[in-house]
């Protein structure tokens, strides 16, 4: 598999200026990495200025759905870089999500590649100040222009960018528990990063924020009792001192900030337990001040502390701190390792495209 940077992209990327409000997501990179799948096989990929895609009003990712993504950063410490954090993970998540919604795989080192090509591309356009990096999204969608509830057999992989700065730049969050509608079911695709889940959480998100929160808190489908995650990022808390994470079933995104906490929290003499968690032991651990600090973790959140949870009644649930000390310093060492002042549990977690 070739990567092809067109001409016409590399004075793109010498043109732009990074604007001095950045938010989350809004501005785009002046670049972006297309391939297509026909006949049973990718293209090679182009990077090409960013701009329209042109397709019919027939494409059945615009009918059925039939859509996945990813989200990681690439950033730069002190000039060096750029910097990925375990983009393998990722391209395997990618992967994962392919498979349930019917779609080709890109092989693991073709997406690394990408992901690599294009960050050192868009190099001098990765914003530098704390917190900030450049979010990359691959995605790709099905693109047969038909009407019948088939499988496409064709589709288009993208990868956009958005030089961006911290998601949420207010700190700690409020936290709405969400016990009517569902986001994922057992057997369903809660587990695969496919743009279904996301919008099934819209409407909760909207009456969340109606309501003075930040995040929706969901539970599982089946017996409405046990803690799952949030929409766009995973629940954690500290309980008697240890680092508390629902486990992992087929309706949970496996996060990979998660799973990075679980590794590192040891190395902070934390110990982590990954169980079912009922919404009801959740409130209870808080009434006893058992349970100490909450946060929600992901590549976009990093650690973001949660300072209350609550039902749409009313009741308010307050953790005794947050930030506090357990999330602190998960955070802290997870940027420590991201930012290369710390050894990963891995080496390979960190890769420098310098
Ligand atoms: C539904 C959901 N859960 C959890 C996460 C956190 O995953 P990660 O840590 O890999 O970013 C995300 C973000 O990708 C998400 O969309």
């Known amino acids: 598999m070739q990567i092809n940077i067109s001409s016409e992209a590399k004075q793109a990327i010498k043109n732009f200026t990074i604007p001095e409000e950045l938010g989350f997501g ?67 998540r990618f992967n994962h999500s392919a498979k349930r919604m019917a779609m080709p795989e890109v092989p693991v080192e073709n997406f690394v590649e990408a992901v690599k090509v294009f960050s050192k591309l868009c190099s001098e356009i990765i914003p530098r100040r704390s917190g900030e990096s450049l979010y990359l999204r691959p995605f790709m969608f099905s693109t047969e222009e038909a009407l019948g509830i088939k499988p496409s057999d064709t589709f288009k992989f993208m990868i956009v960018a958005s030089p961006s700065g911290a998601y949420f730049s207010g700190g700690t969050i409020s936290v709405l528990i969400e016990r009517s509608a569902v986001r994922a079911a057992p057997g369903g695709t809660g587990n695969a990063k496919t743009g279904g889940n996301y919008a099934a959480a819209l409407e909760a998100a909207i009456e969340t924020k109606k309501l003075g929160h930040d995040q929706t808190l969901w539970l599982d489908a089946v017996t409405r009792k046990n803690v799952e995650e949030m929409s766009g990022m995973n629940f954690n808390c500290i309980i008697d001192g240890k ?63 949660i300072h209350q949870i609550a039902e749409k009644d009313g009741t308010v649930y307050k953790l005794p701190s947050a930030p506090g000390p357990c999330s602190t310093s998960l955070r802290q060492a997870l940027l420590d390792i991201q930012e290369g002042r710390r050894e990963a549990p891995n080496k390979e977690w960190v890769l420098n495209l310098e």
């Open 243 to 305: 680092l508390v994470t629902p486990a992992l079933t087929d309706s949970i995104l496996a996060g990979i900030t998660r799973n990075s906490l679980l590794a590192i929290a040891p190395q902070l003499d934390i110990q982590v337990e990954e169980k079912k968690l009922s919404i009801d032991e959740l409130i209870e651990a808080i009434k006893t001040g058992r349970c100490t600090e909450a946060f929600a973790c992901g590549t976009a959140a990093i650690i973001t502390p």
């Open 26 to 92: 809004r501005v785009m990179a002046p670049v972006m990495l297309e391939a297509n799948f026909e006949n049973g096989k990718w293209s090679d990929m182009t990077i090409v200025p960013f701009g329209p895609i042109s397709m019919l009003p027939t494409s059945k990712v615009l009918h059925y759905g039939q859509e996945i993504f990813e989200g990681l950063k690439s950033y730069r410490i002190k000039g060096n870089g750029p910097f990925l954090f375990r983009p393998d993970e990722n391209a395997k």
